[in-house]
């Protein structure tokens, strides 16, 4: 894997395609999160796992990637029926089929469990990041996870760079990092929000 490459002055956030703080959410209509644009900031999400630079983070960014294919697919397949992630999932399963639906349940424990880890991290500013990473671990993907997922997501969670090095390769400037950091991750814990409880609701169900 690669990290992304930071223009001078910049930030990890100038690199990706779309950020969450981006993502079209519509408050007039059940919170509507634009499909495309949802997905797009998922998969930029993904290459955040990059600027931790250890090959066993590699099956952490291919299972969000893996997920957002999945639900790709379904957008593909049937566009006017997917323009928000929730009608997509509505629609999917009165087609009698949940692939997406069920790539959707993972890609938000996943997304979820690098929210709740970043967010730690922001509030306790002396703790180390594979603490912070293994707290969120142990509150979102561990009760889904059988032996052997585990067991690679620990040795991920022991292989984080120290909370210094993690932020300098977000951007040279700490105060623009913090400041497009909450803003971005904010934006993600209010779209992982509304996604955990629509998939509550009946009709998100298969």
């Known amino acids: 894997m690669s990290a992304p490459q930071i223009p001078p002055g910049g930030t990890f956030f100038d690199t990706i395609k779309e950020s969450f703080a981006d993502v079209p959410v519509d408050a007039a209509n059940d919170d509507a999160i634009s499909t495309e644009q949802f997905l797009e900031a998922a998969d930029a999400l993904a290459t955040l796992f990059d600027l931790l630079a250890s090959v066993v983070f590699v099956p952490v960014k291919q299972d969000i990637q893996g997920n957002v294919k999945k639900l790709r697919d379904r957008f593909l397949a049937a566009p006017t029926d997917s323009q928000s992630i929730q009608a997509l999932v509505v629609n999917e399963i009165k087609s ?5 639906t069920e790539g959707l349940l993972w890609l938000v424990r996943g997304l979820d469990f690098t929210a ?16 912070s990473f293994k707290n969120a671990y142990a509150t979102t993907l561990k009760p889904h996870h059988n032996f052997i997922v585990k067991a690679i997501f620990n040795t991920a969670m022991s292989a984080t760079p120290t909370r210094a090095d993690f932020y300098k390769k977000l951007g040279d400037d700490q105060t623009k990092v913090d400041t497009e ?6 934006a993600l814990e209010r779209q992982v929000a509304i996604l955990k409880a629509f998939q509550q609701r009946k009709e998100a169900k298969w």
Not at 96 to 100: E, F, I, P, R, S
Not at 116 to 131: C, G, I, K, Y
Not at 181 to 186: I, T, V
């Open 96 to 100: 009698k089929q949940h692939t997406a």
């Open 181 to 186: 950091l909450r803003k971005w991750l904010s």
């Open 116 to 131: 709740q880890a970043l967010r730690l991290n922001l509030s306790n500013p002396s703790e180390e990041l594979a603490t």
